[in-house]
DNA sequence: GTCAGGCACTGACCAATGGTCATTTTGGCC
DNA sequence: GGCCAAAATGACCATTGGTCAGTGCCTGAC
């Protein structure tokens, strides 16, 4: 029987040396142009032996995506714990994973491409369960956050906690999606805008439309 | 020289035929899975000959974006013309906006190609510089809304019109993209939202924190 | 009328890449 | 040493975006 556990350990190490591997290069390339030979290469297998690990390059990205953001939560906590007031802590979740987005990028993309899936993803998967469970616990910050504000008259009371959540955290996508790639866009748009200010702005715009009483 | 002409006329005739068997199908299936082949074979023409009219699937893509968004800016004018003020003015921006991603909802996911491609992307052809343009057009009815209700009183005069306006826009791309697929991703993630009313909330935060009187 | 030149078009072909599976290797057990 | 199951392999496949040498029709000159 101490060999079938023994088995167990060894099948989580490689596995967690798989998403090594994959997270790596997934940091220089992205998710899109990760290629499954360079992952095997890289974790020094061949690429059949991925695929006893991960269903397909969905769930490969999944897990990556997942451990990123599950290292993310401790951080989030700690920056939220120091709040003076709910609406300061709902600053703070939005401050915390613009941060964490702006380190990395690319499990934003990964974020996107998740929502955008619609039905053709392979959910149910492992990977895909994990990272769902730990998108819900940083919405639930926000949640929280907003409550305590309720409380404490920081926040308005004629709200809902969970929708006005969803709000903060929805149109905080759109703002990362510009603030990560504000160099090319900025080329592209024919507008002379200074996009490094819209991050800051969403934010104060969020906090104020929050606001329980009214602040400058 | 009136061969020339009648060339020229078949040449953009013909490009315009590819668009349209690209749009009906891009409709069907999104950007993503639309098969040059097929493109080919609904334009009744061969693979090659679209890359004659076009340098690759990108442009393409934005060819039939360009139009979409080129359809669109009408009736964005029309909607705003109503408006009884510069605040519900940006309201009807974001509105209109809203309800043509969703008539549309590849278009959006076009747009959040384009914008997250960064580097990646081959500008410069004319179905990327005509699609950017419009992209313009349309913040720009953002900015003169912003500077309207500065004018009329209805928003807030300590913000500059540009950098508000981009910060509208970005923002609702976030909360847009939540709305277009929200059947999946209610059942992804794990907490019970209604995520009909993120729009509204959205908006309707958006004029609070514009606002320049106090409104509830 | 006819012929050369060129233009639009064709479709067989190529390269890249995610995924598969018959086969080989490994290691524990008797 | 022999046997078996689990793990790993890598040659192979299917899909698909993109290419290019070749075909044929139209035109304008003579």
Redesign the interface.
């Known amino acids: 029987m101490a060999v079938a556990e023994r088995r167990e350990r060894e099948r989580v190490a490689r596995r967690e040396a798989i998403l090594d591997a994959a997270e790596e290069l997934t940091a220089n390339v992205g998710y899109e142009a990760l290629r499954m030979d360079a992952v095997a290469d890289a974790a020094e297998l061949s690429k059949g032996t991925l695929y006893l690990y991960f269903q397909n390059k969905q769930e490969l990205c999944a897990g990556v995506a997942a451990r990123l953001i599950g290292d993310f939560i401790p951080l989030l906590e700690a920056h939220v714990a120091d709040a003076r007031s709910g609406l300061d802590a709902a600053r703070r979740v939005l401050e915390s994973y613009c941060e964490f987005t702006r380190e990395n990028p690319q499990h934003f993309?990964f974020a996107?491409t998740?929502?955008?899936?619609?039905?053709k993803?392979d959910?149910g998967t492992e990977a895909f369960r994990s990272y769902?469970?730990r998108?819900?616990e940083v919405?639930?910050h926000a949640v929280v956050a907003i409550e305590r504000g309720q409380q404490d008259g920081s926040v308005r009371t004629d709200i809902e906690p969970?929708?006005?959540a969803?709000?903060l955290w929805?149109?905080?996508?759109?703002?990362?999606?510009?603030d990560?790639?504000k160099e090319?866009?900025s080329?592209?748009?024919?507008?002379p805008?200074?996009?490094d200010?819209?991050v800051d702005?969403?934010i104060?715009?969020?906090a104020?439309?929050?606001g329980g009483k009214?602040q400058a």
């Open positions: 993309r996107l998740w929502l955008s899936a619609g039905e993803l959910d769902q469970q998108v819900g919405l639930q969970l929708p006005h969803v709000q929805s149109s905080m996508l759109g703002v990362i999606l510009i990560l790639n090319s866009i080329q592209r748009i024919p507008v805008v200074d996009l200010q819209v702005l969403h104060d715009a969020m104020r439309a929050l009214e």
